[in-house]
């Protein structure tokens, strides 16, 4: 089961997974992450330092939200993949598009919004 928390700092939304991440335990993420926008949110970071693991359709859910995030000139970072994980981002050329950092406060100075 994917476990998530939400927290803002400046302009950013951080949002902290634990488990995971798949096609079962994201229904219904997206929402949350694509409402962030609503909010006046410049700065996504999904912080995946507590997953264990990932699917094709995490995969796949992370560029779609890249998509629908770019238009609105909304960063969305990853931080801190575990080594697997990180593995299964770059087979699939993720970090080409969504910039990987190792720590929250890495990907906060690395602001890449307009």
Request: aromatic fraction near 8%.
């Amino acid at each position: 089961m994917l476990q998530v928390r939400e927290k803002l700092n400046n302009q950013s939304t951080v949002i902290i997974f634990t488990g995971r991440f798949d096609r079962q335990s994201t229904i219904g993420i997206g929402d949350l992450i694509l409402g962030s926008k609503d909010m006046r949110c410049q700065h996504i970071i999904l912080d995946f330092m507590g997953i264990t693991g990932i699917d094709s359709v995490g995969l796949g859910l992370l560029y779609l939200w890249y998509h629908k995030l770019q238009p609105q000139h909304i960063g969305l970072s990853i931080v801190g993949p575990s080594p697997n994980v990180q593995a299964a981002l770059e087979s699939c050329h993720l970090p080409d598009c969504i910039p990987v950092y190792a720590s929250e406060h890495e990907a906060i100075r690395q602001e890449i919004y307009c």
